[in-house]
């Protein structure tokens, strides 16, 4: 079966939510500074202000679900359109301190929600053939984000704004966002979500429209596959039997973010700050960085079918170690910081090609088909939390001690390692039922 163009526009409009999730996440890296000025923030208040975003997420990624449910991913997604862009142009037109930190927690709904809902309306949208590529086109959007926010707080900086200067850093991302509501209503509803609401012959035309060679059949095991979810509704995740998924999803999501990933990018012009380097130097770096995070996650989903997922975690384990101990280094010295650029490439690198790109497709396969979903909402919540709860405290850890986040996190890093190496099954190359055999779960 070959893309045709209408399948092409509904998946690029959908991936889109991705790149304003990585925009919005990233684009605080830029304004710290003059926000802790401008509004006399003390480290907690700071912190506060950047993990505040962090945990609307939690809310909205746990609360899409059921809107998606409703009103199909289109419809919930114009919706997360919308809060977009009235984060964006509250946090620019903020009044005060306790109305910007309002917006930004609309704007973490917005990023909850989209985190969830696009991968599934691409999922129920795209054949099987081409699903995995296509719905991998959200997570390269979120890394295309990032770099984006980088490069956007950099040209911003080049303009010598003067005290407006974050208030345009942060409402730059209205512009994508308002064309992204627009772009919603150009796409079709799922057939999936068509279904549920037995809406059968208008699941028929969006399949054909997409160009399905076989409507009739793909129609045929959607409704049985419906009937079959309705039928397993009721079966617990929190049992026994699933110990050992749970543990895995829960830890995974965790150490994705003790590795100090989301603290790093969202508070990297502080960390180049804290070096000596000045606000347009921080700004040039940070584009750098965001530029080895795409061509690393691009890598690592080279690399994940054919090393696997535990090999590449225990590489990244590794390499962060490395990576946290240099830069820790560097700030307990005061002395090599010409070397801080190099070692968080270097730590960007080996996180996108292990963690970044073994995450989410390592939740999906520890989970037998009858709980998946709710698996995968377990161990996003983990990750989400563990990522408010870093991101409000880094802040206040640095301010104690430049150096400290970066030991923490290169303990975590060890800890992680044997973790994996000791409990972590490999699910390359295995079936899914086989999985499930493996862990004792049939």
């Not at 969202?266 to 530029?291: K, W």
Request: proline share 3%.
């Amino acid at each position: 079966m070959k893309l045709n163009a209408y399948l092409i526009k509904a998946t690029i409009v959908g991936a889109l939510g991705g790149l304003l999730f990585g925009f919005d996440t990233a684009v605080i890296a830029g304004t710290t500074h003059s926000l802790s000025i401008v509004y006399n923030l003390t480290a907690g208040a700071l912190g506060l202000t950047v993990s505040i975003a962090l945990w609307g997420t939690v809310v909205g990624s746990m609360t899409s679900g059921i809107i998606g449910q409703r009103l199909g991913g289109r419809d919930a997604l114009r919706i997360m359109a919308a809060l977009y862009v009235i984060s964006a142009l509250g946090c620019a037109f903020a009044w005060n301190w306790p109305s910007l930190v309002v917006f930004r927690f609309i704007g973490g709904l917005g990023i909850g929600g989209s985190s969830v809902l696009g991968p599934v309306y691409i999922a129920e949208l795209a054949p099987a053939k081409w699903r995995g590529r296509l719905v991998g086109l959200f997570q390269i959007n979120v890394v295309i984000g990032i770099l984006l926010a980088y490069f956007s707080n950099y040209c911003v900086a080049r303009l010598q704004l003067g005290v407006t200067e974050w208030r345009w850093q942060l409402g730059i991302a209205a512009a994508p966002a308002i064309l992204f509501l627009i772009m919603l209503f150009g796409i079709p509803r799922s057939p999936r979500w068509l279904v549920t609401q037995n809406r059968v012959d208008e699941a028929r035309t969006v399949l054909q429209l997409t160009g399905s060679p076989a409507p009739e059949a793909e129609l045929s095991e959607i409704v049985d596959s419906i009937h079959l979810e309705r039928s397993q509704k009721a079966e617990r995740l929190f049992s026994w039997k699933y110990r050992l998924p749970i543990f895995l999803a829960i830890t995974i999501g965790a150490f994705n973010q003790l590795s100090g990933i989301n603290a790093i990018l969202y508070y990297l012009n502080d960390i180049f700050r804290y070096a000596g380097f000045n606000s347009i130097s921080a700004n040039l770096q940070a584009v750098v960085i965001g530029a080895m995070n795409l061509i690393a996650t691009i890598v690592g989903m080279t690399l994940i079918d054919k090393l696997g997922r535990k090999t590449l975690l225990l590489i990244g384990s590794v390499g962060l170690v490395a990576c946290l101990s240099g830069v820790a280094g560097v700030f307990y010295t005061n002395q090599h910081q010409q070397y801080l650029l190099w070692l968080l490439v270097a730590y960007i690198a080996f996180f996108a090609i292990s963690q970044g790109a073994v995450i989410w497709v390592y939740i999906s396969e520890v989970f037998p088909n009858r709980v998946r979903n709710k698996g995968q909402s377990l161990g996003s919540s983990s990750h989400w939390i563990m990522n408010a709860l870093i991101s409000g405290t880094f802040p206040v850890l640095a301010r104690y001690s430049r150096a400290s986040p970066f030991v923490f996190f290169a303990a975590m890093m060890v800890v992680q390692f044997f973790v994996v190496l000791f409990f972590y099954p490999e699910t390359k190359g295995t079936s899914l039922e086989e999985m499930q055999h493996r862990l004792g779960i049939e």
